[in-house]
């Protein structure tokens, strides 16, 4: 079919692929747009939320930092491996999608966390600013608590690797194990059993 060939829908080969260029510019300039509104706008925004929750408090923030660190990583690991221990399974595709939605949603805290720590533009700076003044220890603990989430959840793996190895071989020795002969009837005398045995 060439460029001026007309589809069974009315509309030219050459129509279909402009709309599809024109739509992907323009998805592609919406999400451009949006990441720079975003990144102008989600350092500040968290670090005075933080800074609100601390109150300045070491304590709270070593508190705050740990929980955040430690709950929005190790969830959203587990979601993730719930989708991929889903995903061939009967109504798998679905599950592992919305697991894999919360997983995401679930985590935003510690990336906004991030864009202020990893972040180079003024709102990132403004950001580390207000954390160090009224939320000190926050972005340490979170990373104390990312890391203790992290050892957590490869221990799961581990276990959860390690049961479906034995559940696995257990499998492969059953199917390879010759059947069971059948057990001779009670009073039944056995194939070897002589007539003077029962005298």
Known sequence: MTSSEVRPDGKSSATVWRNRIIGGVVLVVVLVVTYLIL???????????????VSGSFSK???????????????????????????RRRAGKFLAGAAVVLAVLVSIPNLMTLSIVLGNSSAAHAGERVLDVDAPAFRGACLAGAIVAALVFSGVVFFVVRGQMRRKKAAKQSA????????????????TSRPHDHL
């Not at 990144?39 to 929750?53: D, K, L, T, Y």
């Not at 069971?180 to 194939?191: E, K, L, R």
């Open 176 to 191: 390879s194990a010759p059947p069971a002969t059948a057990a001779p009837a009670p009073g039944t005398p056995g194939p």
């Open 39 to 53: 990144a102008a706008f989600i350092p500040r925004w968290w670090a005075q939320r933080v800074a609100e929750m």
């Open 61 to 87: 923030g070593i508190g705050w930092g740990f929980l955040f660190g430690a709950v929005c990583t190790i969830v959203p690991l587990l979601l993730l491996l719930f989708a991929v221990l889903m995903w």
